[in-house]
């Protein structure tokens, strides 16, 4: 999840970048948008990479660990090892065919030239625009070329929402992290080196060498609509796909020997996005039909209106206030039971110990200064009597015959 927010973020930032600047994200009309920005199209080819899975970056090293757990010796039986072999190559086709749809978006959207000219020229983002996108570039990188920093990342709040790794999970781990290690280095730095000898290249080139017009092969003049489209980039892909895609083809045959307009247009059709816009569409026809039929201008609809927003706030306030008062007499409830608990303790200790002999809450009594009470014994009524004994031996006479009196008493009249 966290290498996805990652690259998934920094896509859209592009995406947005490339709206804000030309009024569209129909790739089918743009084009040669790495010219004109080339950060934000640096930005959109490091995360399509990124997300295609492929290393250095970290969508590689999220591809890994699920790979590594899927083939891991953990399954047992025919079946878990046909179905983790199934995911295993579901995961595959799913990874080819985001490079497919990246290097589509990319090669159509940032390379060649603009293909509408009724397009607004597209210029580089601003700086606010573009600190977000090379934030999410950095992370990209880090965490496909250090991989052990996002493990880190992750280690806490994994534990606190599944509790701690055990012992063989935790085991399984660091083979993991270093065998991604050394891939994030070996191929970081290799793209290093490429770029380093492309910039020294650059840097060390005489000047430009005259050029020309090389043979043009019947494309003596060629114009924007000589370029590749999205749909016959992926001409080729959508032909062994045919039975599970929805193609919609519009086309305006040309007519006559000198034909003024012509066209075919081809459309994929998101079968879920289709649905949802139809559901959405249909919402509003209703909406608008329903404001058509009541009238807004009507007096009496705004007086009904606010008669219903009044009964429901007054609803909820009076549900409110119940809920208050419940909660308060539960509160008055409890407190009254437990000073009825209270007193209910303190005149049984008054019946059955009318000298107050029994001392504290704790049940020992008062023993005099210099006293040390007698230490818990198993039979608990002996040692009480033991201690009253004692107390009445260190007491006046008159004291003392009462106390010995009071012990001598039936059980019954205590």
Same mark, same amino acid.
């Given at each position: 999840?966290l290498n996805?927010?990652?690259f998934?973020?920094?896509l859209?930032?592009a995406?947005?970048?490339?709206y804000?600047?030309t009024?569209t994200v129909?790739?089918e009309?743009?084009g040669?948008?790495a010219?004109?920005?080339?950060?934000t199209?640096a930005?959109?080819l490091?995360?399509?990479?990124?997300?295609?899975a492929?290393?250095?970056?970290?969508?590689?090293?999220?591809?890994?660990?699920?790979?590594?757990?899927?083939?891991?010796?953990?399954?047992?039986?025919?079946w878990?090892?046909?179905?983790?072999?199934?995911?295993?190559a579901v995961?595959?086709f799913v990874?080819?065919v985001s490079?497919?749809s990246?290097?589509?978006?990319?090669?159509?959207?940032f390379?060649g030239t603009p293909r509408?000219p009724h397009?607004?020229?597209?210029?580089?983002?601003?700086r606010?625009?573009?600190v977000p996108?090379?934030?999410?570039t950095?992370? =990209?990188?880090v965490?496909? &070329? !250090? *991989?052990a920093?996002g493990?880190? /990342?992750? @280690?806490g709040?994994?534990?606190?929402?599944?509790?701690p790794?055990? =012992?063989s999970a935790?085991? &399984? !781990? *660091?083979?993991?992290?270093?065998? /991604?290690t @050394?891939?994030?280095m070996?191929?970081g730095?290799?793209?290093?080196s490429?770029?380093l000898?492309?910039? !020294?290249?650059?840097?060390?080139?005489a000047?430009?060498?005259a050029?020309?017009v090389?043979?043009s092969?019947g494309?003596a003049a060629p114009?924007?609509r000589?370029?590749?489209?999205g749909?016959?980039?992926?001409?080729?892909?959508?032909?062994?796909?045919?039975?599970?895609m929805?193609?919609?083809?519009r086309k305006k045959s040309?007519?006559?020997?000198?034909?003024s307009?012509?066209?075919v247009i081809t459309?994929c059709?998101d079968?879920?996005?289709?649905?949802?816009?139809s559901v959405?569409s249909?919402?509003d026809?209703?909406?608008?039909?329903?404001s058509?039929?009541?009238?807004e201008d009507d007096?009496?609809?705004?007086f009904a209106a606010g008669?219903?927003a009044?009964?429901?706030?007054?609803?909820?306030?009076?549900?409110?206030?119940?809920?208050?008062?419940i909660a308060?007499a539960?509160?008055?409830?409890?407190s009254?039971r437990?000073s009825l608990d209270?007193?209910?303790?303190?005149?049984?200790?008054?019946e059955?110990d009318?000298?107050?002999?029994?001392?504290?809450p704790d049940g020992?009594p008062?023993?005099?200064?210099?006293?040390?009470?007698?230490p818990?014994?198993?039979?608990?009524?002996?040692?009480?009597r033991?201690e009253i004994s004692a107390?009445?031996?260190?007491?006046p006479?008159?004291v003392?015959d009462?106390?010995r009196?009071?012990?001598?008493?039936?059980s019954?009249?205590?």
């Amino acid at each position: 999840m966290l290498n996805h927010a990652f690259f998934k973020c920094q896509l859209f930032y592009a995406a947005g970048a490339v709206y804000q600047s030309t009024h569209t994200v129909d790739i089918e009309r743009l084009g040669g948008l790495a010219r004109l920005m080339p950060w934000t199209a640096a930005s959109f080819l490091i995360g399509g990479i990124a997300i295609s899975a492929l290393p250095p970056l970290n969508g590689f090293a999220s591809e890994f660990v699920i790979y590594s757990g899927l083939f891991s010796n953990a399954a047992s039986g025919v079946w878990a090892k046909l179905a983790l072999g199934v995911a295993g190559a579901v995961l595959a086709f799913v990874g080819a065919v985001s490079a497919l749809s990246i290097t589509r978006a990319f090669g159509v959207a940032f390379l060649g030239t603009p293909r509408d000219p009724h397009v607004a020229r597209g210029t580089e983002a601003s700086r606010w625009m573009l600190v977000p996108m090379g934030i999410h570039t950095a992370g =990209a990188i880090v965490l496909g &070329v !250090l *991989p052990a920093v996002g493990f880190m /990342l992750v @280690r806490g709040p994994t534990e606190l929402a599944m509790g701690p790794l055990s =012992a063989s999970a935790a085991a &399984v !781990l *660091p083979p993991i992290v270093d065998t /991604l290690t @050394r891939i994030g280095m070996i191929s970081g730095a290799l793209v290093a080196s490429i770029a380093l000898v492309l910039w !020294l290249r650059s840097k060390a080139a005489a000047a430009p060498a005259a050029s020309h017009v090389t043979w043009s092969c019947g494309y003596a003049a060629p114009n924007p609509r000589m370029q590749y489209t999205g749909a016959s980039f992926s001409s080729d892909f959508g032909a062994r796909f045919r039975g599970f895609m929805i193609l919609l083809r519009r086309k305006k045959s040309p007519a006559g020997y000198f034909p003024s307009d012509s066209y075919v247009i081809t459309d994929c059709v998101d079968a879920v996005e289709r649905r949802l816009f139809s559901v959405i569409s249909r919402g509003d026809a209703s909406a608008a039909d329903l404001s058509a039929k009541l009238r807004e201008d009507d007096p009496r609809v705004a007086f009904a209106a606010g008669l219903v927003a009044v009964i429901v706030i007054g609803g909820l306030v009076l549900l409110v206030v119940l809920a208050l008062i419940i909660a308060a007499a539960r509160r008055s409830k409890r407190s009254r039971r437990e000073s009825l608990d209270i007193g209910e303790l303190s005149r049984l200790d008054r019946e059955n110990d009318p000298l107050g002999l029994l001392g504290g809450p704790d049940g020992l009594p008062a023993l005099p200064a210099g006293m040390s009470p007698v230490p818990a014994a198993p039979d608990a009524v002996t040692v009480k009597r033991a201690e009253i004994s004692a107390l009445a031996d260190a007491q006046p006479a008159e004291v003392a015959d009462l106390l010995r009196g009071w012990l001598a008493a039936p059980s019954s009249r205590r």
